[in-house]
C-alpha cells in the first residue's frame, strides 16, 4: 500500500533499523514491486557544460569555482543523436540531457533542445531532460515535443539546503517539479548524500520526497564526488554504508518508484553495488561521464550485471506502448528536417 504521509518518527525507525533487518525489509519490498533481476540503464549527456550562475557548493560547472571543467555551448542536434544511438547500442534505454542552466528560457537554445527531444524520443529512447527551473508552460512544451521524464533533485532536506546553495530556494525546487506534474511528464526527483549533512537531513529529505502527491516515478541516490575548486571539494563522500541505508530507506518509502544508484559508483566495489541492487535501487547510469565526473565503464557494468545475472529493463515497460506521439514544434521540426511525425 503506498503511503504519502510519512511521519519524521516513522521514517527514522526505519532508517535506524539494524542493517540487516533494514536491507531484508527493503529487499522484501522491492520483491513485491518489481522483478529484482532486473535493473533499468540510463545515459546521462551534458549537452550544454558550464558557465552556470548557480553557486551549488558541490558542482564543477558553476561559473564563480575555479575547476577543469572548460565551458562549452549548446551541442548540436546530429552530435545529440550519434550519442544516443551509442547509448541505445550498449543497452541503455533511457537518454537524459543536462544542460547547465539556472532556468530554462524561451529562446532559440529552448528550440534546439526541443528538437533534441523529438530525435531521441523518435529512436524508441525514454527521453529525460534536466535544464533547471521550468515554467508550467515550458513543460508542456517539452511534453508535446515528446519528452517522457524530467529530472530536478531536491538534493538535501529543506533545513540544510541554505548550506548548499544560496542562488535558489528549496521551494523553487518544488515549484519546478509540481509543473513537471502538471504537464504529466514523469517525475525523476532524488538527493546527494555526503554533503556534510546529518542522518537527520537524509531522513527530511527522504520524508520530502515521499510525501510527495504523487512519489517520484525515479528516485536517484547520488553519493557526492568531491571536485577540487568547489566548496566541497575537500569532503568526504558518505561511506556504502550510508549509501545502502539511505537507498534502502527510499525503497521501503517508495515502493514502486524506481531508486537508482547514481554518482558516486565509480568508488564502489561491486560487492558495495550489489548491497545497494539488494537494497532496492534497480536503475544505473551507464557511461564512462555523468555530465563531467567519471563514472564506471560500460564493460564493467556489463561484467558485473553478468556476474549478477541481471537483465537490462526495457524502454517504456510502465507504459506498456511505443514513445509518446508528439506534436512537431516549427523551429524545432526545421532542425530534424521534418514536418510530421507519428509514432504508433
Not at 111 to 116: A, F, I, N, R, S
Not at 204 to 220: E, I, W
Not at 318 to 324: C, E, I, Q, S
Request: net charge negative; proline share 4%.
Amino acid at each position: 500500500m503506498l503511503k504519502n504521509n510519512w511521519t519524521r518518527e516513522e521514517i527514522e525507525e526505519i532508517y535506524n533499523l539494524p542493517f540487516m533487518e533494514l536491507v531484508y525489509r527493503a529487499a522484501t519490498v522491492h520483491r513485491q514491486h518489481h522483478d529484482p533481476q532486473e535493473v533499468q540503464i540510463s545515459t546521462l549527456l551534458s549537452i550544454k557544460t558550464g558557465g552556470c550562475p548557480e553557486d551549488c557548493s558541490y558542482c564543477s560547472q558553476a561559473a564563480r569555482y575555479h575547476t577543469d571543467v572548460k565551458v562549452q555551448k549548446l551541442m548540436e542536434l546530429d552530435e545529440v543523436l550519434a550519442a544516443a544511438q551509442r547509448a541505445k547500442d550498449a543497452g541503455s534505454s533511457r537518454f537524459c540531457m543536462g544542460a547547465a542552466w539556472r532556468e530554462v528560457r524561451d529562446n532559440k537554445d529552448f528550440d534546439k533542445v526541443l528538437g533534441m527531444v523529438q530525435g531521441v524520443n523518435s529512436m524508441g529512447l525514454e527521453v529525460c531532460c534536466t535544464l533547471g527551473m521550468l515554467t508550467e508552460s515550458q513543460a508542456e512544451k517539452l511534453k508535446d515535443a515528446g519528452l517522457y521524464a524530467y529530472n530536478h533533485n531536491v538534493d538535501t532536506s529543506e533545513e540544510h539546503y541554505e548550506d548548499v546553495i544560496s542562488t535558489r530556494t528549496f521551494a523553487d525546487r518544488l515549484n519546478t517539479i509540481e509543473n513537471v506534474r502538471k504537464a504529466k511528464i514523469s517525475v525523476c526527483s532524488g538527493g546527494i548524500i555526503g554533503l556534510g549533512e546529518s542522518d537527520g537531513d537524509r531522513i527530511g529529505m527522504l520524508k520530502t520526497l515521499a510525501n510527495m502527491p504523487q512519489h517520484p516515478d525515479s528516485v536517484p541516490i547520488n553519493n557526492l564526488v568531491p571536485i577540487k575548486g568547489t566548496p566541497l571539494g575537500d569532503q568526504e563522500p558518505a561511506s556504502i554504508w550510508d549509501m545502502v541505508r539511505t537507498i534502502a530507506t527510499a525503497r521501503i518509502l517508495m515502493p514502486k518508484s524506481m531508486v537508482r544508484l547514481s554518482a558516486g559508483r565509480l568508488d564502489m566495489t561491486y560487492e558495495g553495488q550489489t548491497l545497494c541492487f539488494m537494497a532496492g535501487a534497480n536503475s544505473i547510469f551507464s557511461g564512462d561521464v555523468l555530465l563531467t565526473t567519471p563514472n564506471p565503464a560500460v564493460k564493467n557494468d556489463q561484467e558485473l550485471f553478468q556476474i549478477l545475472s541481471i537483465k537490462p529493463r526495457e524502454a517504456f515497460k510502465d507504459t506498456k506502448k511505443a514513445p509518446v506521439e508528439f506534436q512537431v514544434i516549427p523551429s524545432a521540426g526545421k532542425a530534424l528536417g521534418i514536418t510530421e511525425v507519428n509514432i504508433l
